[in-house]
């Protein structure tokens, strides 16, 4: 029921992309090899999807040589480069980190691609079912992450859904998927299987498919902006189902500039922000005052957070 | 089945605008009478949608203000704003027009929005289906453009499904919205009438709903941006179900800015662009030459496309 | 000496401002009246700067209206407004805040204009040199503010020049602005007193003028990008002569948005970023563990900053 | 006069750099030999500037990868890369050509730099005269650029200045940057040679210095947006002393994408903007129609740029 030709599309690039896999030059850019290694290989994301590096540019020492310029002379001083990516970091100096470029080849379902795009300090070319004719692939959570609505927190999940129930809700997906994309086909007629009317304008069919059916592009980004997008998307806060992609461009991150990755686990990642009040509230019990709830001047949430950030008992 | 909750919300937010409408007060900045008249109000557009105006900020004299303390005193001698305005039109001086700012809220499908969210230069809060519940609202063509793929041109529509094929379409896309979001209404389980067994995620529900559903925003861009979307959304080959979009918004930029909406006009909408090579061919055609396709060193659409724009024989 | 051209231009703004100050209109938008007392009036910036308030858009209530778009119904729960624009700035939701727009009219040194204009998420019209003549006004610190190099660190002052050596240096940078400006004047030849040679382009002639003559622009930004601005310039380790401008600026977005700017006080300008290290240690101290620098695993500086964060010995 | 640590920085980095040349890496990335024979080369501008390309992204073949994801299969039928790539230039779709990324260190003027940073969409890093110190390097025209200024049009030059007169202007440029320089030497008293009183602050001291002065930064940028650079700064009416770089930068194109910079030339340096009457009247006289100035409905201006564009007789 698939359409020959749609297939066409995706194996012909899987397969340029392996091509350039093969290939090797010579260049006098910063290089990375342990990034080198990762080059055009998909990373498996979710049931479908994939996160694969396709180009780069710069590396740790790239960020060092943009401060320098900035700073000049004096960052001899600090003039190993771990420290001074440290300090960037901690000073929040954005501009030598965005010397650093990447661009990866995504394939990610439409209600992830929606939050995504939403980082707008990037450069995206996504596949157009304008022109072109989508896969039949479409996400369905695994059981474990087939979640249930938290009652108290519109924007949580709280535990897993579970047994027949829950293998209702994902035969439902299943079926609603496969019935609009069977639709979705018959309303195209491009092979004239279904009879030989005209075919729905692609721009208009593909109005059928629901969010969970998977879209892919190219984005490319810099470290800067790309850090911000994870520090937002791997969030445990994050949604898991963009989480995931995060994790793996973490990786990737890893691979590409260890130094700065290093530096944004210690000042971002696992980092804390403390309002004006919880500055205070901290100077206070390590002066050894003994605080409560009601004279925190905190917000309960806030108390609570400001507690489980500190282990202190509430 | 709709739940009432969910309908509140969209109620809420009419009743807050009507009301902002009805009220009144002083200012001292630039304000546009003929803008004032549509503030608040919905303009509809497709089966559900509409735009409307929440707010803006300048009017035509904000760009003269701007362009005159960027080329001072000297422009006394356009002093006329109408001149002065066509002739930052003309030139694509395009900070000065970066000094007004309009606000819209409006409601449109999902496919249309990521459309519109490509243009990355504007500021958008979307309605969440991550923390809200959809409407129960999808849009399906009218008759007149359910058009049919052109089979020469994968970008273009070609002609109008007719007759039964066309109901059997329209049918198909009505059934598979309203089934996808009777399951979308279960899963999420809100009132407890399917059953007493926990909701699903509200992130996860609104994976089984089709690009056909409306969302909303409220999306803000200064003049530049603004017209930069409108000359490629309001374009006869940007999609219908965008076009619509802009077109409506270019009536609100008439009543807002005339003067500038009339340089758009003769300089952007109307306007037409020749590559170097087409430069040359009207020079030797208007020195009188006589000038095949063979000759011209066009590719067969830009030859027709330069003989469209002229009205000249191929 | 001044060319009565010259001037021509700054008068023809202020009286244009002004007028525009006497006038009053009937307008349904959102309108802040403590920000309309402040319209249009220069607020005195160093010896000749200022900065004034021309035009804005939307108030405290647009950033709930956005966020209300955003995340629906639900937060009616967190209904009260103040409560919610905290929520907001604490969870960096930066979307709603860029809802609100200021447009500022900025008179300024040439250097702090090279810092300012690194805020690249602005738009600007800045007053042209290539086109007029730039006006006989530089900055030269008072007394107070002539401080001297830090020996330590290259990026601070230590202590203030005294005696007649700050007398030197005051005249010094007197008499080359003087005398640049002089000769740009005799190179301009604009009123031919200085005999009937042509005149030099100005974008040439105003080569000569050093980097403390003001400019002046329209500057329109973001509350967004605006705080972000603040955040960075109001700190303590700007430079003295960019932080008043802030600090006048901080003054405009109190009397606009009162609400976002107590949050903005509590979760931006008074708070804290610990370092996953930091989080740590502060854990390890209020169980009651003594740690010593050498124990710490941070840098002197970071070890430093963190004891006088915490108003604890070091 | 120069300090010797001063100069270390410049001599420094240009080490660094040459070092940089001497080195070759195994790549799989897309890679340019003709760019890499350019990399790290200073390529000379004006008296003491210079542009380099410190590092590169993508190629021609980035460009078609990204829009075969864009516009999928389909794309096959207008296979041939240079035909594609004109189709994308041609139809202002460009997000494929932001897909490649070029990396620049530049030397200019101060006046220069203020110019170009006004193009937002790219990242900087540049020499900060508040941490470190400018080198003695300022821009003095050479005779032949020592242009009038018109009478007719503030925006441009008329003729040259010459004989005595232009050396008194160059004479007058050179003593005022020179004595600017060393009074800023003796207010940063870094070497103590002038008395052992405090230096001025850095920040402070570069106040004295004209905007002639030389300044360096990474500039880093995408293909479309430094497109949109070059058709600006390269144009006959962009200031002499910004266009030079344009033009060295064209070069460094053409070696990179030289297919996309075919495409430029032919639709975007060569090509013209018709207006909507424009386009009219070349119907008309097509036509066979005589048409004067006083029927055309065109400005003086437009009307004489119309008959020059086509080489009409007015």
């Known amino acids: 029921m698939t359409s020959p030709l749609k297939l066409d599309l995706v194996d012909t690039q899987t397969a340029e992309l392996d091509e350039l896999r093969g290939q090797s030059y010579q260049t006098r850019r910063a290089t990375v090899p342990a990034l080198e290694e990762l080059l055009y290989k998909p990373l498996p994301v979710l049931d ?3 996160v694969r590096v396709v180009d780069y540019m710069g590396d740790d020492s790239a960020i060092v040589q943009a401060a320098r310029v900035s700073y000049g002379k004096g960052t001899k001083q ?3 480069d771990r420290g001074l990516i440290r300090y960037l970091m901690r000073h929040w100096h954005s501009t030598p980190f965005e010397m650093c470029e990447i661009k990866l080849h995504v394939k990610l379902p ?3 691609a929606r939050q995504w795009i939403r980082h707008r300090t990037a450069n995206v070319n996504e596949y157009s079912a304008r022109y072109s004719i989508l896969d039949r692939e479409f996400y369905v959570p695994s059981p474990e ?3 249930a ?3 108290s927190n519109r924007q949580g999940r709280a535990g897993v859904l579970e047994g027949e129930h829950a293998q209702n809700v994902l035969n439902m997906l299943k079926e609603d998927a496969t019935r609009c994309y069977d639709n979705y086909m018959w309303m195209l007629n491009e092979d004239e299987s279904k009879g030989d009317h005209d075919g729905l304008a692609r721009e208009l069919a593909r109005m059928n498919l629901p969010v969970n059916f998977y879209t892919q592009w190219y984005w490319k980004v810099d470290l800067h902006n790309l850090m911000h997008f994870l ?10 189902e ?3 992609y995060a994790d793996a461009i973490l990786n990737v991150m890893k691979a590409w500039v260890p130094l700065a990755f ?5 000042y971002r990642l696992g980092a804390a922000q403390l309002s004006a009040t919880g500055v205070r509230l901290v100077q206070r019990r390590l002066a050894g005052e003994k605080i409560t709830y009601e004279q925190s001047g905190l917000s309960k949430r806030e108390w609570i957070e400001l507690c489980e950030l500190f282990d202190v008992s509430q």
Chains 1, 2, 3, 4 share one sequence.
């Open 242 to 244: 963009i989480r995931v």
């Open 231 to 240: 520090r937002l998307r791997a969030d445990p806060h994050a949604q898991y």
């Open 48 to 50: 479908h999807g994939f």
């Open 78 to 80: 600090v003039s190993e």
């Open 145 to 147: 992450h087939l979640s």
């Open 110 to 112: 439409m209600f992830v």
């Open 262 to 266: 290093d530096a944004f686990e210690e």
């Open 149 to 151: 609505q938290s009652k």
